[in-house]
């Protein structure tokens, strides 16, 4: 039986990554977001068995829209959707500002992830998945963007415990910094890549594809006892025990 997944934000970096392991593995894979000609790039790179639905996950009324365009029952749902404006937020005392700032946060990296999720709930086979994207910034002080995305993991014990029953695992996969993506906009200074890799056990960045195996892996048999759990990808970044 062919499975079914969805990626959110799956055109670049991270979920493109995912899109792809996940077709390795045999999947159709639907991916979303909010750019159409990034999703269909993505998709033409990509081959035949991954389809582009642009959509917006904060918006009610797109997200709405997924359970008829994709049809059937969903095997793996991944919601990568995130990013943040900075981490520190607004430098003034303008409470205006923080508020739209804080709202941005939580929207992107909580709120998209929750309506996802929702929308799709009663389409999420037996013996399925649902894999979150976190961030180690909800151990390192940054700000709204680590404060959303620990909200997130919190929320998935709440839908562990839900979907449990129905013998569906949810988990967060939580990156430390991983290059190749649009995250961090267009550049960054080399001071901060060679900071970022020196914090590591294993003296390298991220890629994509690190979190990509994790994520393919929990939506596996051989995964299915792993549930309500953060699972770490950062090079020893953030250490754990």
Known sequence: MTRTAVVTGGGTGI??????????D???????????EVLDAAAAELGDAVTPLACDATDPDQVGLLPDK??????VLVNNVGSTRNFTGPASADL?????????????????????????????????SVIHIGSFATDRAQGSYGAAKAALAAW??????????R???????????????????????NAFYDARVAETF?????QP???????????????????????????????TR
């Open 15 to 24: 979920g493109k990554a995912i899109a792809a392991a996940l077709v390795a």
């Open 26 to 36: 045999g999947a159709q894979v639907y991916i979303t977001g909010r750019r159409a």
């Open 70 to 75: 994709i049809g059937g029952q969903v095997h």
């Open 96 to 128: 205006r500002a923080i508020a739209e700032h804080w709202r941005s946060d939580l929207e992107t990296n909580l709120l998209g992830a929750v309506l996802t999720t929702a929308a799709l709930e009663d389409r999420l086979a037996a013996g399925g």
């Open 156 to 165: 998935n014990i709440h839908l562990a415990k839900r979907l449990g029953p």
């Open 167 to 189: 013998d569906i695992t949810s988990n967060v996969v939580s990156p430390g910094y991983i290059a190749r993506t649009e995250f961090f906009g267009a550049g960054m200074p």
């Open 202 to 206: 294993l003296g390298r960045a991220g």
């Open 209 to 239: 594809d690190d979190v990509a195996g994790l994520v393919r892996y929990l939506s596996t048999p051989g995964a299915r006892f792993i549930t309500g759990q953060v699972l770490h990808v950062n090079g020893g970044a953030l250490a």
